[in-house]
């Protein structure tokens, strides 16, 4: 049968009394066996009536001695009817879905105030993952505003001072988790830093096969004994290999920093190793991915979890060796949460594009998914038709191909911010 | 970076006492960081001689008061000097790889004798997983050559009597410990039956639009109120519309009985929910995995973790709607293990054909893979080097398209067995 | 810009005298520049009015001393005046579309009769055509229900006595006129025979690269001084390795004669070698067209141009090493003309299946476009719908991969007859 | 049977009296059936002794009155036999290829001296080609070092004063016959000169579904009366909507002329529609080929055959709305001829970059062959290796995804200069 993870939001509501009153923002859940359903619940009351949302969808209800009788149109469909009890900042229940034999359990507790004073934390990683998971125990909560200070080891594992600190394969640094994040919401992270510390990277010796036609992979010739170590040099700004043929020796690559992993926890608990990419984010290996890139990421589970690390010290489009100038990394990032509108694959920008990633099993359906994913951001942004969109994008839009070695290929359609700029922002 | 989930085997051996001789046939595991390694080990032991094999890779030592020092080459390359303590059936000890810096921390324990007599278990499941994942508790352990009687939930999660389990995506029965499983293994599961045990099947009403061009999906005339539910006669074995339109009324299926998801853990501890598949095997989706079909599966971790599921009363190629006609399934296997020969993905066989699939993540490159599959499976079985194995699947081969709706496109690359019977197999 | 060459079919009518009525069936064209744009155009005379079909839109006209003045709808859409004169069995004028500015020219001639009595035509080939084109003269003008008794050489260019008589790259035999095809039409060739004349075949030592993964293909020991010629034994129906190597010395295949060349000339004045395959069929490799297969080919321009060639002995599925085993080839067809209803691309009939061609760049959209076009040869077949359509598939469907190794992947989709068995044909 | 259109090189050579020696450069023609095959051939007289090069291959042979007998070895492999007589700028006489039945007609016409003058040509089209072929006759002869200066129509066939001059689908100025190029030849065609002239554009409304996912395709609401037509201001530099919605009324595309098609006659006497693309060059819509760009094309006929055409004012990535901003042009091109080398696909040079064309049947594959074609050019134009190419590559390498919505999409591997500058040029 077909996967459908798209958790049909079946969510519904609560009620309170006079000292203790729903009214204000939650977050729902609602259980189904082991499925969980989450949702934002905003709740209002007038006397002992009670209306709001759940999701984008109308809820109604009556509150009588801090309980409910109430209703809401599941996806503007399927009625849910639902009896709850108010405690302080819980709500607990049950909810019936027309049509569907099984109850489901229902809860939701109260979502977090935004008004807290920005902190930035200076965070030291003592441990690192090997996932993208929503089954690892968060290292640090931040707020919305807040900034992180911390820094990663390179892709084999190894630390600033050159010391290795864990296994290889994209270990990360986190998962954070932001207070306030409710599954659909989208999770914004500014990086602020994206440094250098260090004057070593390593890398791989030949374009992945997967790159190439096969008839050359069939007739290339290997080369014995290649060094493929780089030295970077901060001060000047770029890096040179470590051990060059004598053909090689004054080939020189300006140093551009970039994080190739940024991901959340994935939908459904699903548990990725650290080089998978999806809609996630993850090990994106995309090479905008700078000091001063925006990420917009979909939030699955409460909090996110925000996973990062990969650096590279530069790498051309493709990632084609497997291995870019791997290195470790100095990183602040600043997140911010916006209420719903989680996009359907990570979005970036900087100061001269919109970006939108493309994830999937060839680098045809990624390019796909690319473009419709930037059509349907500035569908939404600018009101745009079928037809104005068409007609920004086909004399605007440039595709960048990210990555083509790692399990998913990634492409980005990106479109410069001064061909928008006579546009208007949508207010919806 | 690029993931290396291939987890190179460095891995070695052990010592023992007179009383307590470490000959015999062991499971190793070597641990980097949280990295496991996992090989099997045999020793034998002459005066204070030992010597033995490591995987492929052959391994020298001096046994010393319970205490060993010696040496293996990982992969006859990189030599590993260790030290170890053997206890009654369990070695400890450390490692050093040459040119690594990092200590590896070591352990065996011996693998179960095989002259167990064959049972045949009778279970009855009561929870259901949603998950390919090694993180889940076994639900019962088998040994080799042991049957199970078992029976699956549709892929809604109701049981053969019309009752709601659990939650839909393909609900798994399992997973199944089988004792003496050691990763590098070769999983035999033999299907001796697959049968239907109620008469209702749900399906999907539409085919999937990734299986159509797009200009007609762009113009396809939506169905209001179509009815996709089927009516299963098991006495005349065929399935009918259960509310069919009066087009569709005499519209008959023969029912073939099938499943879809038979998987074991992942590698590299990924968590799949239970309608992905890979190399893994996991939901298939092929319709020649019926009734006396055996399965070779890769093992990934120890016991494998076999899991099975997803019921079809019968299933066009590619799964086209998303949905085959779903439900429950009485299902009984039997296990066997061969010791290494790990496929890179699952195999099958029938009396009439060797089957190798292919899974990727476009239909190119699923197609990519099943032949390969196929090419190295008939070039270890027959010693055929290139040529003559393309003289062979030049002539004979069929290519069957399992699977193209779920997240990753299945294509199965088959030989008829009648073709090979002129070959002699390879001793090797 | 995106080629567009489906020629919109603005096309119209003419008039008549007494003595010589405009009533019965012609072939119209329409002329843009240099493009050609077909119709088949039905006229009906009732006093001086004239009604009748253009395709199938309706007409209008007028009918005065031998000259008309009409309207068609194109498309049902952009109205067209024509003015006209009539000759014997020739109209020829003028026609404006609204809305365009330049003038056409327009010309119409009798379509022929079709209540000729079959003929059979044994055919000599003197020459091999290398290409599948309109620019090459026919080598023999044939009625609707005739048959033709040939041969073609092998892949090669060698005849069946062994004699080199052309170039290699699949020379083709043909191509035939068949009197009365007109674009738009469907050609229905059924082929009586499909006969090995030779006791050799010639075949290539190695899977193509594209059909592996590269990986394997970076690794694979190339074999020296293998020879794959192939020694057919007519009698007993199996070919065996004309030189095998000990480890092949036993094995057989089993002879399935088939043709791997049928095709018309291509749209829109294209030219491909015959190596090439398309809408047009071609160099199709399908390894079920065998004898008693009939071909449904869309006929592109006046008398279609039918090819034929390509003989082999017998192929796997995708032919996989480049050559199947080549071979010359006895062939009989029969031909029909259906009026209109040219598929996308080919399809093909025997007592078993249905099955529809896709070719295109990528097997994933060959697949695609498989899928298409035999979901619109039912629906319009059987009246289905979008979703009824999708129950049959979803049940019944198979898929072929018949070529991976030519200019563009060919998959067939195909339903065996038994399942249609229940429904009822459309009238249409 | 695969195609094999390379041309197996089996060519060879000839001789010369006292008064008319044979000694220079010719370009000489070896005939298999109405198959032709095309080398340069150079050579050296030294009393009898006659001494040269076919190709890559080395000759020699005896001259006797105006008469060789000579031999070369083919490709290095095998050995060709040969008679033949001299005329004053003509060679006649027959070959015979060891192991081949078949005697081979041959032929060499003297090479084209390169010392003439340049010259510029102001061409002025009357007729318009809607074919890349080898079958249309040249409509201008120009040398080496020549410049043509001309224009085009726009891709319907509208000229700059908007008179429709023929019909549509990428009408071509051309074939411009060069003198001295010899199949295998590399064409090195400049752009000076790339310029609107006129005043309008028109585009379609839009983007393709093929370059969408199917589930937005499925659901995009069609937009009824949008008009594409755009207004070029060529003073201020921008494009604007002719008639925009209100949304789009201030939306302005800055104008960046770039042609459409350029190409040569394809190999093996194919026809493709000015829509195509291919090695050839053709229909490639990539919106760097502008003024100041030098394109590189393969050499497949004796004379090259060039074609121009398909202007857009503007073009975004892909080319999404299957049609850019259509307009007519004015061109100016300078011509010169390298032999030998003629690469796998089309390659071009700006003052930033060098790019290299994959052009093929899906976007993986295309990816694949623009990488090949850029190592490829690396590793012959500096002498690098398989591991150094990769180093250079994997730094610096940028992909552009030129064209998706054409028969073949396009992408387009670069490297800039700058990034080239510390390595050393091969000599070769």
Not at 108 to 129: D, G, L, V
Not at 173 to 188: H, K, N, Q, R, S
Not at 404 to 418: I, L, T
């Amino acid at each position: 049968m077909r996967t459908c993870i798209t958790l049909l939001l079946f969510c519904l509501a609560a009620a309170g009394q006079n000292l203790n009153s729903p009214a204000g923002q939650w977050m729902s859940v609602m259980k189904l066996f082991d499925e969980r359903l989450y949702a934002r619940l905003q709740l209002d009351v007038t006397g002992n009536k009670l209306t709001g949302k759940l999701g984008d969808d109308t809820l109604e209800g009556i509150l009588n001695q801090g309980r409910i009788d109430g209703t809401a149109k599941l996806n503007g469909q399927r009625t849910v009817h639902f009896q709850d009890t108010l405690a302080k900042d819980r709500i607990e229940g049950t909810a019936q879905v027309d049509g569907q034999p099984n109850e489901l359990k229902w809860e939701a507790t109260r979502a977090p105030s935004r008004n807290s004073t920005p902190e930035t934390h200076k965070f030291e990683p003592m441990q690192f993952q090997h996932f993208f998971s929503d089954a690892i125990e968060p290292v640090l909560h931040i707020n919305i505003g807040d900034t992180v200070a911390t820094w990663s080891v390179d892709a084999g594992g190894t630390d600033p001072r050159g010391v290795r600190r864990t296994s290889g394969g994209n270990p990360l640094t986190g998962p954070f988790y932001i207070e306030g994040a409710v599954p659909g919401d989208t999770l914004v992270v500014r990086f602020g830093r994206i440094r250098l510390n260090r004057d070593s990277a390593i890398s791989s010796p030949l374009i992945s096969s997967n790159a190439l036609n096969p008839r050359y992979v069939e007739q290339r010739k290997r080369v014995e004994g290649y060094n493929s170590d780089w030295r970077l040099d901060l001060q000047r700004g770029y890096a040179v290999l470590a051990k060059p043929t004598e053909t090689m020796k004054d080939y020189k690559v300006p140093l551009e920093p970039m994080l190739g992993c940024v991901g959340v926890a994935p939908p459904g608990e699903m548990q990725y190793r650290s080089g998978f990419l999806g809609s996630f984010g993850g090990n994106m290996d995309y090479n905008q991915l700078r000091e001063g890139t925006t990420v917009y990421l979909p939030v699955y589970v409460p909090g996110a979890l925000l996973f990062v690390g990969d650096g590279h010290a530069a790498q051309g489009a493709g990632e084609l060796t497997g291995n870019a100038l791997e290195t470790s990394m100095d990183i602040d990032f600043t997140v911010n949460i916006v209420a719903g509108g989680a996009p359907p694959s990570p979005r970036m920008e900087n100061t001269e594009y919109l970006m939108a990633s493309g994830i999937a099993g060839s680098i045809d359906d990624a390019l796909r998914e690319a473009t419709t994913n930037l059509v349907r951001w500035l569908e939404t942004m600018y009101g745009l038709n079928a037809a104005e969109v068409s007609s920004v994008l086909g004399t605007s839009m440039v595709y960048d191909v990210a990555e083509v070695v790692d399990p998913q290929p990634h492409v980005v359609a990106k479109v410069p911010k001064a061909a928008l700029s006579a546009l208007k922002k949508h207010d919806h």
